[in-house]
């Protein structure tokens, strides 16, 4: 088995195309007020309607993110010199001249991959829908397009349709399907926005002649059209489209093209980065856990496993199952979705190391996905760390997580997720509702637990040991 991610004046557009990494990184929610050329789904639709649409989506809590595209080829490294940076923006860093970047496509040959093997990768560990990247920054469509020659199918000996390979085995093994797009950055079409890096042009962000021309013709005769494909070629195919750094490009006048489109899919999801003050579906914080979610809105954090998304072969800095797992059960606590990545390389095999970490993060759900999936929040007010004086690598205040516990809730029950084992005892100080029964949800025969009232709290006995030695999950039975 293999497993191995000229409408408008040139001016004007110069002025529009400028963007920073640091506006690309990070999307916070967007607060402007709805009024928008054309009206999305999120503008016009009843709360009851959002929660049907939703619902599946809520229920889930595990999805897998897959970056994969020809720079899994230089793999971090062009010409002798390693990108310091993740795989995926490899062209940019280095500032590869298209002619140059485009020369990996006929070396494009992933006959490792197998589309069965990835669904089943993901069903394993647990998660329920897959996002990968149809086309990321550097504009090579990994699906059979027929807008641009520069795809899978006709500019490689691969000659396979990878997203059509993976739709059919998501019907049939069960699971959901997204498609990652980025519409505004292309750095081998004419007119796609760049982000400025070190000598690129400070307005377009180009550094390659090639790469010059009208953003809005990009959008009218490459980006747009390549997304109606996505949306009209997958059959039930995609459920979510994922849209990556608008920066000041996706005006609203231009968003709103690609709304029209959107439009046409009622069941569709979408995040928040498609720009033009669009706010989508769901908040996109990225390699974080927010302190406290979003409450009120639906959000997704999407991390890498180790410090890359696109494959990278000299990044081994993976985190540990016991981190990943810690994350998801603190990301389910606040209500959110946690998106984590896989980066196979140019022979499309996930590596072992990923691979080996999502069957021992299965195996954990096995027992105790019942403590994740269609569960809502916790109902405890009580902190999960404390803010420092430091800031991270974007400039957030640097929130210093604790591992005790984190609770997720069930329409009867409380779950709570232990990470240190109590002396004999968990307490609680304050009880949202009342507890009527416990056990541990690893224990077969959900031999129930002494419960003791301590004052407005709840003391519960447990085992000398720890069922599980990231997380035991303690099952509060509770009054409807």
Not at 203 to 227: C, E, M, R, V
Not at 277 to 284: F, P, R, V
Not at 436 to 450: E, I, Q, V
Request: glycine share 8%; charged share 20%; net charge neutral.
């Amino acid at each position: 088995m293999n497993f191995k991610h000229r409408s408008i004046a040139t001016a004007l557009l110069m002025a529009s195309t400028s963007f920073t990494f640091a506006q690309l990184a990070s999307t916070p929610p967007d607060t402007t007020p709805t009024n928008h050329p054309i009206p999305a789904i999120q503008d016009t639709e009843t709360p009851a309607q959002r929660d049907a649409r939703m619902e599946w989506w809520r229920e889930a809590r595990f999805g897998m993110f897959i970056h994969w595209g020809l720079y899994s080829i230089p793999a971090g490294e062009w010409h002798g010199q390693r990108t310091t940076h993740i795989g995926e923006w490899i062209m940019n860093d280095l500032s590869i001249p298209v002619a140059d970047y485009k020369a990996f496509a006929p070396q494009f040959n992933p006959t490792g991959f197998s589309a069965h093997d990835i669904v089943a990768l993901a069903k394993a560990a647990g998660m329920k829908y897959i996002v990968i990247t149809a086309k990321h920054h550097d504009g090579f469509a990994m699906f059979d397009s027929k807008v641009d020659p520069f795809n899978i199918v006709a500019a490689t000996p691969f000659k396979r349709d990878p997203l059509k390979e993976l739709a059919e085995e998501c019907r049939k093994q069960g699971v959901k399907l997204g498609f990652y797009y980025s519409q505004s950055q292309d750095w081998t079409a004419p007119g796609g926005a760049a982000a400025v890096r070190g000598t690129h042009d400070k307005d377009t962000g180009h550094w390659d002649k090639a790469q010059d021309g009208s953003f809005d013709d990009y959008l009218k005769n490459k980006s747009i059209p390549q997304i109606k494909e996505l949306l009209e070629n997958y059959k039930q195919y995609p459920v979510v489209v994922w849209f990556d750094t608008p920066g000041k490009t996706m005006t609203p006048e231009r968003a709103a093209e690609v709304v029209k489109l959107l439009n046409k899919y009622p069941n569709l999801i979408w995040n928040n980065r498609l720009g033009g003050t669009y706010k989508g579906d769901t908040e996109t914080p990225e390699q974080y856990i927010p302190a406290q979610g979003f409450p009120g809105r639906d959000w997704e954090s999407c991390m890498t496993m180790n410090d890359t998304w696109g494959f990278k072969s000299f990044d081994t800095n993976f985190k540990s199952t016991e981190t990943l797992l810690r994350n998801l059960i603190d990301i389910a606590s606040k209500g959110g979705n946690y998106l984590l990545n896989i980066g196979p390389d140019s022979h499309g095999i996930v590596p072992a190391p990923e691979v080996e970490r999502l069957q021992q993060m299965g195996q954990w759900l096995n027992v105790n996905g019942e403590a994740i999936y269609n569960t809502s929040a916790t109902l405890f007010d009580v902190p999960t760390g404390t803010f420092s004086d430091e800031k991270d690598s974007r400039g957030r205040q640097k929130f210093i997580p604790t591992w005790n516990w984190r609770s997720t809730t069930g329409p009867n029950e409380i779950y709570i997720s232990i990470f240190q084992w109590p002396n004999g005892t968990f307490h609680l100080d304050k009880l949202p509702r009342k507890v009527t029964s416990a056990y541990l949800l690893a224990d077969k025969a959900h031999k129930p637990l002494k419960l003791t009232p301590n004052g407005e709290g709840l003391d519960i006995q447990l085992p000398a040991k720890a069922l599980d030695p990231i997380a035991t999950v303690l099952v509060l039975n509770t009054a409807s």
